[in-house]
């Protein structure tokens, strides 16, 4: 079965990084794209970018592109989530995802089980 | 970037009713819209995708219909595990857009 295993919890102090890890299983991993979405406390889901497993090209929020970097590891079927200068805003749940796509339509099939990275001075 | 706009934020009903969400897009997005499920502490579940089409393992009450603009999830018949927010998401355009949920509570 389709597994997704994150790396544990973090606390960091702002304007520190954080990279988090997705280690993927029970199916191909160069066949599907992975997104990344966060969470913050009592809020709505919010989509980070997205990397090609196959070919490492990546798409971004605007409003996180000049932070994030993701990157994957296709000889460990890992994926990499490394956001830098970090704020109070970034303290969140964030996911790997991995896409599907089904009658022509892309989505969020497969869900890892969150990383809560806490960002306090 | 597309915009999606869900009502109600929340609602409160009993088991057995019938429950409707709806979701709004900004713009046409044909049927690229995906409907999610997330329970308190847990990631989010993936029930509908493609507007209408039920992800394997989902119960047959939930359904989903609409196309360009307009969405409804509709729940035929809530249950006690189905007190939950609910999450619609435009596949259509990068970025990913998500509405900003509709929880589900019990009256």
């Known amino acids: 079965q389709v597994q997704l295993v994150q790396s544990g919890a973090e606390v960091k102090k702002p304007g520190a990084s954080v990279k988090v890890s997705c280690k993927a299983s029970?199916?191909?991993?160069?066949?599907?794209?992975i997104s990344w979405v966060r969470q913050a406390p009592g809020q709505g889901l919010e989509w980070m970018g997205w990397i090609s497993a196959y070919y490492g090209s990546t798409h971004f929020a605007q409003n996180l592109q000049d932070r994030v970097t993701l990157t994957r590891d296709i000889s460990t079927t890992t994926a990499y989530m490394e956001l830098r200068s970090l704020t109070s805003d970034d303290t969140a749940v964030y996911y790997c995802v991995r896409e599907g796509e089904l009658s022509g339509t892309v989505f969020f099939q497969y869900w890892g089980q969150g990383t809560l990275v806490t960002v306090s001075s | 970037d597309i915009q999606m706009t869900q009502s109600p934020s929340s609602l409160s009903a009993s088991i057995g009713d019938r429950v409707t969400i709806t979701c709004r897009a900004s713009q046409s997005i044909s049927s690229h819209l995906n409907w999610y499920q997330q329970k308190p502490g847990k990631a989010p579940k993936a029930l509908i995708y493609a507007a209408s089409s039920l992800q394997g393992g989902v119960p047959s009450r939930f359904s989903g219909s609409g196309s360009g603009t307009d969405f409804t999830l509709t729940i035929s018949g809530l249950q006690p595990e189905d007190f939950a927010t609910y999450y619609c998401q435009q596949s259509h355009n990068s970025p990913r857009t998500f509405g900003q949920g509709t929880k589900v509570e019990i009256k």
């Open positions: 029970g199916y191909t991993f160069t066949t599907y794209g």
